[in-house]
Protein backbone atom coordinates (compact mmCIF):
# COMPACT_ATOMS: atom_id res chain seq x y z
CA UNK A 1 0.00 0.00 0.00
CA UNK A 2 1.13 3.42 -0.63
CA UNK A 3 1.72 5.74 1.72
CA UNK A 4 1.65 9.28 2.52
CA UNK A 5 2.65 12.35 4.85
CA UNK A 6 0.06 15.63 5.03
CA UNK A 7 1.62 18.89 6.32
CA UNK A 8 -1.41 21.55 6.04
CA UNK A 9 -0.22 25.25 6.27
CA UNK A 10 -2.21 28.32 6.65
CA UNK A 11 -5.63 29.58 7.10
CA UNK A 12 -8.77 26.72 8.21
CA UNK A 13 -9.72 27.22 4.83
CA UNK A 14 -7.00 25.64 3.57
CA UNK A 15 -7.10 23.08 6.31
CA UNK A 16 -10.56 21.56 4.74
CA UNK A 17 -8.62 21.15 1.43
CA UNK A 18 -6.26 19.35 3.30
CA UNK A 19 -8.80 17.32 5.05
CA UNK A 20 -10.67 16.32 1.54
CA UNK A 21 -7.23 15.26 -0.11
CA UNK A 22 -6.63 13.08 3.04
CA UNK A 23 -10.44 11.56 2.70
CA UNK A 24 -10.52 11.14 -0.98
CA UNK A 25 -6.32 9.48 -0.73
CA UNK A 26 -7.40 7.22 2.15
CA UNK A 27 -10.59 6.31 0.77
CA UNK A 28 -8.09 5.28 -2.33
CA UNK A 29 -6.33 2.84 -0.83
CA UNK A 30 -3.46 5.67 0.42
CA UNK A 31 -1.60 4.99 3.93
CA UNK A 32 -1.46 8.20 6.25
CA UNK A 33 1.72 8.02 8.19
CA UNK A 34 2.79 10.34 10.73
CA UNK A 35 6.66 10.28 10.29
CA UNK A 36 7.67 11.36 6.88
CA UNK A 37 11.24 8.64 6.87
CA UNK A 38 8.16 6.21 5.96
CA UNK A 39 5.96 8.00 3.28
CA UNK A 40 6.47 7.17 -0.36
CA UNK A 41 4.95 10.68 -0.55
CA UNK A 42 5.24 13.73 1.27
CA UNK A 43 2.43 16.49 0.42
CA UNK A 44 2.57 19.69 1.57
CA UNK A 45 -0.49 21.79 0.97
CA UNK A 46 0.62 25.57 1.13
CA UNK A 47 -0.24 28.78 1.56
CA UNK A 48 0.84 31.74 -0.29
CA UNK A 49 -1.58 34.89 0.63
CA UNK A 50 1.65 36.69 2.09
CA UNK A 51 4.88 36.77 2.03
CA UNK A 52 5.41 35.21 5.44
CA UNK A 53 3.06 32.47 4.45
CA UNK A 54 5.68 32.09 1.42
CA UNK A 55 8.54 31.47 3.57
CA UNK A 56 6.95 29.63 5.70
CA UNK A 57 5.86 27.02 2.65
CA UNK A 58 9.33 26.80 1.35
CA UNK A 59 10.86 26.32 4.71
CA UNK A 60 8.62 23.05 4.94
CA UNK A 61 9.22 21.91 1.74
CA UNK A 62 13.08 22.25 2.33
CA UNK A 63 12.50 20.62 6.00
CA UNK A 64 10.81 17.81 3.91
CA UNK A 65 13.06 17.69 1.06
CA UNK A 66 15.52 16.00 3.10
CA UNK A 67 13.84 13.12 3.83
CA UNK A 68 14.13 12.53 0.18
CA UNK A 69 17.64 13.20 0.15
CA UNK A 70 17.83 10.46 2.37
CA UNK A 71 15.21 8.37 0.46
CA UNK A 72 15.87 9.14 -3.16
CA UNK A 73 12.68 6.94 -3.93
CA UNK A 74 10.44 9.50 -2.25
CA UNK A 75 8.14 12.24 -3.95
CA UNK A 76 7.64 15.41 -3.06
CA UNK A 77 4.39 16.83 -4.11
CA UNK A 78 3.45 20.67 -3.58
CA UNK A 79 -0.39 21.70 -3.53
CA UNK A 80 -2.02 24.70 -2.26
CA UNK A 81 -1.90 28.49 -2.73
CA UNK A 82 1.81 28.85 -3.44
CA UNK A 83 1.42 26.90 -6.65
CA UNK A 84 -1.28 28.54 -8.14
CA UNK A 85 -0.15 31.91 -7.10
CA UNK A 86 3.61 31.37 -8.85
CA UNK A 87 2.83 28.79 -10.67
CA UNK A 88 5.50 26.54 -13.02
CA UNK A 89 8.51 29.81 -11.50
CA UNK A 90 8.46 27.34 -8.98
CA UNK A 91 9.77 24.67 -10.78
CA UNK A 92 13.50 26.36 -11.22
CA UNK A 93 13.56 27.25 -7.62
CA UNK A 94 12.63 24.13 -5.94
CA UNK A 95 14.06 21.19 -8.12
CA UNK A 96 13.39 18.56 -5.46
CA UNK A 97 10.00 18.89 -5.58
CA UNK A 98 8.28 16.04 -8.10
CA UNK A 99 5.03 17.11 -8.64
CA UNK A 100 3.25 21.13 -8.39
CA UNK A 101 -0.68 20.53 -8.28
CA UNK A 102 -2.88 24.49 -7.49
CA UNK A 103 -5.69 24.90 -5.50
CA UNK A 104 -8.06 23.34 -8.26
CA UNK A 105 -6.26 19.82 -7.95
CA UNK A 106 -7.74 18.56 -4.65
CA UNK A 107 -10.66 16.63 -6.46
CA UNK A 108 -7.80 15.45 -8.46
CA UNK A 109 -5.65 13.96 -5.69
CA UNK A 110 -5.93 10.42 -5.96
CA UNK A 111 -5.40 10.05 -9.78
CA UNK A 112 -2.59 12.74 -9.68
CA UNK A 113 -0.55 10.55 -7.31
CA UNK A 114 -1.31 7.14 -8.97
CA UNK A 115 0.11 8.71 -11.89
CA UNK A 116 3.29 10.03 -10.40
CA UNK A 117 3.92 6.40 -8.66
CA UNK A 118 3.18 4.71 -11.83
CA UNK A 119 5.77 7.45 -14.24
CA UNK A 120 7.10 10.64 -14.35
CA UNK A 121 4.67 12.65 -14.93
CA UNK A 122 4.59 15.18 -18.50
CA UNK A 123 4.15 18.02 -17.01
CA UNK A 124 5.66 19.32 -13.37
CA UNK A 125 3.05 21.74 -12.94
CA UNK A 126 -0.91 20.99 -12.66
CA UNK A 127 -3.25 23.80 -12.65
CA UNK A 128 -6.64 22.07 -12.84
CA UNK A 129 -9.68 23.96 -13.54
CA UNK A 130 -11.74 26.00 -10.88
CA UNK A 131 -13.11 23.17 -8.08
CA UNK A 132 -15.95 23.08 -5.64
CA UNK A 133 -16.11 20.82 -3.04
CA UNK A 134 -19.40 19.07 -2.40
CA UNK A 135 -20.74 16.34 0.37
CA UNK A 136 -19.92 13.63 -2.38
CA UNK A 137 -16.50 13.99 -1.76
CA UNK A 138 -14.64 12.43 1.13
CA UNK A 139 -13.37 13.68 4.29
CA UNK A 140 -11.16 12.96 7.40
CA UNK A 141 -11.26 15.56 10.07
CA UNK A 142 -7.80 16.63 11.64
CA UNK A 143 -9.44 18.97 14.38
CA UNK A 144 -11.50 16.85 17.34
CA UNK A 145 -14.35 15.36 15.65
CA UNK A 146 -16.61 17.59 17.82
CA UNK A 147 -16.01 20.83 16.16
CA UNK A 148 -15.07 21.45 12.40
CA UNK A 149 -14.81 24.06 9.89
CA UNK A 150 -17.04 24.02 7.05
CA UNK A 151 -16.31 26.02 3.79
CA UNK A 152 -19.65 27.18 2.23
CA UNK A 153 -18.09 29.35 -0.64
CA UNK A 154 -14.51 29.39 -3.11
CA UNK A 155 -13.18 32.51 -4.17
CA UNK A 156 -13.87 36.18 -3.92
CA UNK A 157 -15.63 38.83 -5.89
CA UNK A 158 -14.16 41.75 -3.26
CA UNK A 159 -10.67 43.66 -5.13
CA UNK A 160 -9.23 44.57 -2.10
CA UNK A 161 -5.74 46.24 -2.80
CA UNK A 162 -3.18 44.34 -0.89
CA UNK A 163 -5.38 40.88 -1.56
CA UNK A 164 -4.17 38.21 -3.41
CA UNK A 165 -6.68 35.59 -3.15
CA UNK A 166 -9.19 36.55 -6.25
CA UNK A 167 -6.18 36.12 -8.35
CA UNK A 168 -5.20 32.70 -6.58
CA UNK A 169 -8.74 31.30 -6.07
CA UNK A 170 -10.40 33.22 -8.28
CA UNK A 171 -14.30 34.40 -8.41
CA UNK A 172 -17.18 34.02 -5.92
CA UNK A 173 -18.66 30.39 -6.06
CA UNK A 174 -20.97 29.16 -3.65
CA UNK A 175 -22.18 25.28 -2.84
CA UNK A 176 -26.12 24.85 -2.60
CA UNK A 177 -27.86 24.91 0.40
CA UNK A 178 -29.47 21.15 0.36
CA UNK A 179 -25.14 20.07 -0.35
CA UNK A 180 -24.14 22.03 2.74
CA UNK A 181 -26.93 20.41 5.06
CA UNK A 182 -25.66 16.96 3.61
CA UNK A 183 -22.66 17.64 4.44
CA UNK A 184 -23.51 19.23 7.99
CA UNK A 185 -25.96 15.76 8.63
CA UNK A 186 -22.87 13.67 8.52
CA UNK A 187 -20.36 15.53 10.70
CA UNK A 188 -23.36 15.53 13.32
CA UNK A 189 -23.88 11.78 13.21
CA UNK A 190 -20.21 11.65 13.71
CA UNK A 191 -21.04 13.46 17.24
CA UNK A 192 -20.34 17.37 15.86
CA UNK A 193 -20.61 19.76 18.88
CA UNK A 194 -19.75 23.04 17.04
CA UNK A 195 -19.89 24.24 13.84
CA UNK A 196 -17.83 27.34 12.07
CA UNK A 197 -18.73 28.12 8.98
CA UNK A 198 -16.18 29.62 6.89
CA UNK A 199 -15.60 31.43 3.02
CA UNK A 200 -13.36 34.05 2.00
CA UNK A 201 -16.68 36.38 3.11
CA UNK A 202 -19.68 34.80 4.51
CA UNK A 203 -21.84 37.63 3.99
CA UNK A 204 -21.71 36.95 0.43
CA UNK A 205 -22.48 33.27 -0.13
CA UNK A 206 -25.10 32.86 -2.67
CA UNK A 207 -24.59 36.59 -4.87
CA UNK A 208 -23.51 34.13 -7.57
CA UNK A 209 -26.63 31.80 -7.53
CA UNK A 210 -30.36 32.52 -7.44
CA UNK A 211 -31.74 35.47 -5.07
CA UNK A 212 -33.21 32.89 -2.74
CA UNK A 213 -30.02 31.58 -1.61
CA UNK A 214 -27.87 33.61 0.83
CA UNK A 215 -26.70 33.47 4.54
CA UNK A 216 -29.96 34.08 5.89
CA UNK A 217 -31.45 31.42 4.04
CA UNK A 218 -28.45 28.43 5.05
CA UNK A 219 -28.59 29.17 8.25
CA UNK A 220 -32.55 28.64 9.10
CA UNK A 221 -31.91 25.25 6.97
CA UNK A 222 -28.75 24.38 9.24
CA UNK A 223 -31.68 25.23 12.23
CA UNK A 224 -34.14 22.92 10.40
CA UNK A 225 -32.45 20.53 9.33
CA UNK A 226 -29.74 19.38 11.77
CA UNK A 227 -29.29 19.76 15.76
CA UNK A 228 -25.36 20.70 15.72
CA UNK A 229 -25.87 22.94 19.24
CA UNK A 230 -23.25 25.55 18.30
CA UNK A 231 -22.96 27.26 15.06
CA UNK A 232 -20.06 29.97 15.04
CA UNK A 233 -19.90 32.60 12.39
CA UNK A 234 -16.29 33.38 10.69
CA UNK A 235 -15.02 35.73 8.31
CA UNK A 236 -18.13 38.40 7.58
CA UNK A 237 -17.99 41.48 5.68
CA UNK A 238 -19.51 44.15 7.70
CA UNK A 239 -20.70 46.05 5.39
CA UNK A 240 -22.78 42.39 4.74
CA UNK A 241 -24.12 42.00 8.07
CA UNK A 242 -27.89 42.93 7.98
CA UNK A 243 -30.39 43.88 10.74
CA UNK A 244 -32.55 40.38 9.71
CA UNK A 245 -29.07 38.20 10.27
CA UNK A 246 -28.59 40.30 13.77
CA UNK A 247 -32.67 39.25 14.81
CA UNK A 248 -31.54 35.82 14.14
CA UNK A 249 -28.62 35.25 16.04
CA UNK A 250 -31.15 37.30 19.11
CA UNK A 251 -33.38 34.58 18.94
CA UNK A 252 -31.75 31.90 18.19
CA UNK A 253 -29.47 30.44 20.93
CA UNK A 254 -27.46 27.64 18.91
CA UNK A 255 -26.42 30.29 16.47
CA UNK A 256 -23.64 31.31 18.31
CA UNK A 257 -23.55 35.17 20.23
CA UNK A 258 -19.90 35.73 18.12
CA UNK A 259 -18.91 37.18 14.98
CA UNK A 260 -15.47 37.27 12.94
CA UNK A 261 -15.40 40.33 11.63
CA UNK A 262 -12.27 41.82 9.58
CA UNK A 263 -12.10 45.38 9.23
CA UNK A 264 -8.88 45.60 8.51
CA UNK A 265 -8.37 48.97 9.68
CA UNK A 266 -10.50 52.31 10.78
CA UNK A 267 -9.27 55.25 9.28
CA UNK A 268 -11.19 56.53 6.13
CA UNK A 269 -8.39 57.27 4.22
CA UNK A 270 -6.95 53.68 4.33
CA UNK A 271 -9.95 52.09 4.05
CA UNK A 272 -10.88 54.20 0.57
CA UNK A 273 -6.88 53.16 -0.52
CA UNK A 274 -7.55 49.44 0.35
CA UNK A 275 -10.77 49.51 -1.53
CA UNK A 276 -12.85 48.26 1.36
CA UNK A 277 -16.55 49.39 1.02
CA UNK A 278 -16.92 51.79 4.40
CA UNK A 279 -15.60 54.43 6.73
CA UNK A 280 -15.12 55.21 10.28
CA UNK A 281 -18.50 56.26 11.03
CA UNK A 282 -19.58 53.06 9.56
CA UNK A 283 -17.66 51.00 11.92
CA UNK A 284 -18.81 52.95 14.73
CA UNK A 285 -22.76 52.59 14.03
CA UNK A 286 -22.06 48.87 13.13
CA UNK A 287 -20.65 47.92 16.80
CA UNK A 288 -23.44 50.31 18.33
CA UNK A 289 -26.15 48.45 16.21
CA UNK A 290 -24.85 44.77 16.56
CA UNK A 291 -24.11 45.32 20.49
CA UNK A 292 -28.00 46.85 20.84
CA UNK A 293 -29.24 43.64 18.73
CA UNK A 294 -27.35 41.05 20.78
CA UNK A 295 -26.29 42.68 24.03
CA UNK A 296 -23.75 39.94 24.55
CA UNK A 297 -21.93 39.20 21.68
CA UNK A 298 -18.01 38.93 21.26
CA UNK A 299 -16.90 40.43 18.50
CA UNK A 300 -13.25 39.58 16.68
CA UNK A 301 -11.65 41.46 14.18
CA UNK A 302 -8.21 42.42 12.63
CA UNK A 303 -6.62 44.89 11.46
CA UNK A 304 -3.43 45.57 9.01
CA UNK A 305 -0.65 48.18 10.37
CA UNK A 306 1.50 49.72 8.21
CA UNK A 307 -0.07 50.15 4.28
CA UNK A 308 1.17 52.31 2.61
CA UNK A 309 0.39 55.93 3.02
CA UNK A 310 -0.46 54.79 7.08
CA UNK A 311 0.41 57.85 9.17
CA UNK A 312 0.99 58.77 12.61
CA UNK A 313 -2.57 60.43 12.71
CA UNK A 314 -4.32 56.88 11.51
CA UNK A 315 -2.72 54.88 13.89
CA UNK A 316 -3.94 57.32 16.70
CA UNK A 317 -7.41 56.98 15.38
CA UNK A 318 -7.09 53.05 15.65
CA UNK A 319 -5.90 53.10 19.09
CA UNK A 320 -8.73 55.63 19.78
CA UNK A 321 -11.09 53.54 18.31
CA UNK A 322 -10.02 50.46 20.23
CA UNK A 323 -10.19 52.13 23.83
CA UNK A 324 -13.70 53.57 23.13
CA UNK A 325 -15.22 49.65 21.31
CA UNK A 326 -13.17 47.66 23.49
CA UNK A 327 -13.79 44.92 20.91
CA UNK A 328 -13.40 41.41 22.71
CA UNK A 329 -10.30 39.90 20.48
CA UNK A 330 -8.31 41.79 18.15
CA UNK A 331 -5.66 39.92 15.69
CA UNK A 332 -2.93 42.97 14.20
CA UNK A 333 -0.65 42.08 11.35
CA UNK A 334 1.68 43.58 9.10
CA UNK A 335 1.00 44.65 5.72
CA UNK A 336 3.82 43.22 3.48
CA UNK A 337 3.90 44.08 -0.17
CA UNK A 338 2.91 41.86 -2.01
CA UNK A 339 3.82 41.08 -5.87
CA UNK A 340 1.09 41.26 -8.11
CA UNK A 341 -1.40 43.24 -5.85
CA UNK A 342 -2.31 46.67 -6.20
CA UNK A 343 -0.90 48.55 -3.74
CA UNK A 344 2.48 47.02 -4.17
CA UNK A 345 2.67 50.47 -6.27
CA UNK A 346 1.41 52.86 -3.90
CA UNK A 347 4.02 55.18 -2.66
CA UNK A 348 4.46 56.92 0.58
CA UNK A 349 5.46 52.45 1.56
CA UNK A 350 6.00 52.35 5.51
CA UNK A 351 9.51 51.03 6.81
CA UNK A 352 9.24 47.62 8.17
CA UNK A 353 10.86 49.39 11.54
CA UNK A 354 7.59 51.37 11.35
CA UNK A 355 5.54 48.05 10.37
CA UNK A 356 6.83 46.45 13.44
CA UNK A 357 6.44 49.42 15.53
CA UNK A 358 2.95 50.07 15.13
CA UNK A 359 2.34 46.39 15.35
CA UNK A 360 3.63 46.32 18.61
CA UNK A 361 1.44 49.00 19.71
CA UNK A 362 -1.86 48.15 18.58
CA UNK A 363 -1.23 44.74 20.38
CA UNK A 364 -0.15 45.88 23.52
CA UNK A 365 -3.45 48.35 23.56
CA UNK A 366 -5.54 45.02 23.20
CA UNK A 367 -3.72 43.00 25.59
CA UNK A 368 -4.52 45.96 28.18
CA UNK A 369 -8.41 46.14 26.93
CA UNK A 370 -8.66 42.00 27.17
CA UNK A 371 -7.19 42.70 30.66
CA UNK A 372 -9.33 45.03 31.50
CA UNK A 373 -12.72 43.35 29.70
CA UNK A 374 -12.52 40.06 30.91
CA UNK A 375 -13.56 40.39 34.57
CA UNK A 376 -16.72 41.14 33.31
CA UNK A 377 -17.19 37.46 33.06
CA UNK A 378 -16.69 36.52 36.50
CA UNK A 379 -19.39 35.45 38.59
CA UNK A 380 -21.12 34.40 35.85
CA UNK A 381 -22.01 30.94 34.67
CA UNK A 382 -21.18 30.06 30.98
CA UNK A 383 -21.23 26.88 28.29
CA UNK A 384 -18.65 25.64 27.74
CA UNK A 385 -17.02 22.89 25.11
CA UNK A 386 -14.06 20.67 26.73
CA UNK A 387 -11.29 19.88 24.52
CA UNK A 388 -9.55 17.74 27.03
CA UNK A 389 -6.59 18.28 29.34
CA UNK A 390 -4.86 22.04 29.43
CA UNK A 391 -1.63 22.79 26.90
CA UNK A 392 -0.21 24.05 29.73
CA UNK A 393 -1.05 20.83 32.68
CA UNK A 394 -2.16 18.18 32.95
CA UNK A 395 -4.18 19.10 36.29
CA UNK A 396 -6.80 20.73 34.77
CA UNK A 397 -9.13 20.40 31.89
CA UNK A 398 -9.10 23.08 28.94
CA UNK A 399 -12.36 24.12 26.65
CA UNK A 400 -13.51 27.00 25.01
CA UNK A 401 -16.78 29.59 25.72
CA UNK A 402 -18.99 30.53 22.98
CA UNK A 403 -17.03 33.88 23.44
CA UNK A 404 -14.16 32.05 22.00
CA UNK A 405 -13.33 30.50 18.76
CA UNK A 406 -10.87 27.57 18.11
CA UNK A 407 -7.22 28.24 18.02
CA UNK A 408 -7.16 32.09 17.76
CA UNK A 409 -9.02 33.00 20.67
CA UNK A 410 -8.19 32.32 24.41
CA UNK A 411 -9.68 29.19 26.82
CA UNK A 412 -11.12 28.49 29.81
CA UNK A 413 -8.84 26.71 32.38
CA UNK A 414 -11.53 24.44 34.05
CA UNK A 415 -9.55 23.43 37.35
CA UNK A 416 -12.63 21.98 39.17
CA UNK A 417 -15.22 18.59 37.94
CA UNK A 418 -14.66 16.13 35.37
CA UNK A 419 -15.98 15.94 32.29
CA UNK A 420 -15.09 14.59 28.57
CA UNK A 421 -13.75 16.17 25.23
CA UNK A 422 -16.48 16.93 23.18
CA UNK A 423 -19.04 17.49 26.55
CA UNK A 424 -20.45 21.29 26.55
CA UNK A 425 -20.21 21.97 30.27
CA UNK A 426 -21.28 25.07 32.38
CA UNK A 427 -18.47 26.58 33.77
CA UNK A 428 -18.87 29.31 36.99
CA UNK A 429 -16.04 31.85 36.03
CA UNK A 430 -13.70 32.65 39.06
CA UNK A 431 -10.71 34.67 37.71
CA UNK A 432 -9.97 36.59 34.39
CA UNK A 433 -6.46 36.43 33.05
CA UNK A 434 -5.18 38.89 30.20
CA UNK A 435 -6.78 36.29 27.43
CA UNK A 436 -7.98 33.24 29.38
CA UNK A 437 -10.99 32.40 31.91
CA UNK A 438 -11.24 30.20 34.83
CA UNK A 439 -13.45 28.17 36.79
CA UNK A 440 -15.50 24.69 37.69
CA UNK A 441 -18.16 22.90 36.69
CA UNK A 442 -21.26 23.38 38.35
Known sequence: MASFHLVSLGCAKNLVDSEVMLGLLQEGGWELTDDPALASVLLINTCGFIQPAVE???????????????D???????????????????????????????????????????????????NKTVLPDRFLMDASYARTLSTPYFRSSVKITEGCNNRCTYCMIPSIRGDLR????????????????????????????????????????????????????????????????????????????QAEERIL??????????????????????????????IERVRKAVPDIALRTTMMVGFPGETEEDIKQLETFLKEYRLDHVGVFAYTNEEGALSEFYEEQCSEEVKEERRTRILELQATISEEHLPKYVGLTIPVLVEGLSRETDLLLEGRSVYQAPDIDGCV??????????DIVQVQITEAQIYDLVGGIV
Open 56 to 70: EAVEVILEMGAYKED
Open 72 to 122: PAKFLVVTGCLVQRYKSALQDELQEVDLFIGTEGVGDIVQLLDDLLQATPV
Open 174 to 249: SRQIPDIITELQGLEANGLKELSLIAQDLTAYGNDLDSDTNLLALLKGILEHTAIPWIRLMYLYPSGVGDELLSLM
Open 257 to 286: PYMDIPFQHVSDVVLKNMHRRYGYSDLCGF
Open 413 to 422: LINDGVANPG
